[in-house]
């Protein structure tokens, strides 16, 4: 059984192009993340978002935009794609309240975007 | 704020020997720390963390860290060495009185474990 799932895992596309990034999470998590990772391998938050709030890292471009249609689910989307936006997208997920507190974070696989 | 440190970029051990990957961390309060490993073209998978209680955490495939207050520090460690333990290694942290969930992430540290 898959924890979190992220569709597709590749992505190829022209700059100026919008596409959307699938991710869903069968743990009952109540949070969800999407994180970017460059070729360095450096992890940078995107955005969390649980039924209360959306966080988001104010260094993303507006571009990107996270969309939530319920808990299972944070899908992102990217206007007008950029060469730079080029990278591996990680979507995660984690139980942040309640009294069990494991706050780890369990990842998908992740998606490669290549803009072209 | 919260920041950790992940000082090697790279650590180079030998089958069999003990392995250490270290690890540092800034908070204001407490700290919740993790560990995970990244195998190559996979997601991240949690290995162990400290929350509370005994120093010594032992986790997943035989890993354990050390939680030394004093130092600030969370350093990996497993005894023996193993080829498949060749991975990227991230430390993170979360500042528990910091009020917010996002636990801050190392730049990582690519483990090689030769035969």
């Known amino acids: 059984d898959t924890a979190v799932s992220q569709t597709p895992k590749y992505l190829v596309t022209q700059m100026e192009n919008d596409k959307s990034i699938k991710c869903e999470q069968n743990?009952?998590?109540?949070?969800m993340y999407w994180y970017k990772q460059d070729s360095k391998k450096f992890l940078k938050i995107m955005f969390s978002?649980?039924?209360?709030?959306?966080?988001i890292n104010e260094t993303v471009p507006n571009r990107f935009s996270p969309k939530s249609p319920d808990k299972a689910h944070l899908n992102l989307h990217i206007n007008s794609l950029e060469l730079g936006d080029s990278a591996v997208y990680f979507c995660a997920s984690s139980s942040v309240s309640g009294r069990v507190l494991p706050y780890e974070q369990y990842f998908g696989p992740g998606t490669r975007l290549t803009v072209t | 704020a919260q920041s950790v440190a992940q000082p090697e970029d790279q650590v180079n051990v030998a089958e069999g020997n003990p392995l250490t990957v270290k690890c540092t961390y800034s908070v204001s309060g407490n700290p919740y720390l993790f560990w995970y490993v990244q195998y190559p073209n996979r997601g991240l998978q949690f290995l162990l963390k400290?929350?509370?209680?005994?120093?010594l955490v032992k986790g997943s495939y035989g890993f354990e860290a050390e939680f030394n207050k004093s130092q600030t520090s969370f350093h990996l460690k497993k005894p023996s060495a193993l080829v498949s333990d060749s991975a990227l290694y991230f430390c993170a942290v979360r500042d528990i009185a910091g009020g917010s969930y996002i636990p801050t992430f190392g730049r990582g540290t690519s483990l090689i474990v030769h035969p």
């Open positions: 978002y649980n039924n209360k709030e959306l966080i």
């Open positions: 400290y929350i509370t209680g005994d120093n």
């Open positions: 743990l009952g998590h109540d949070t």
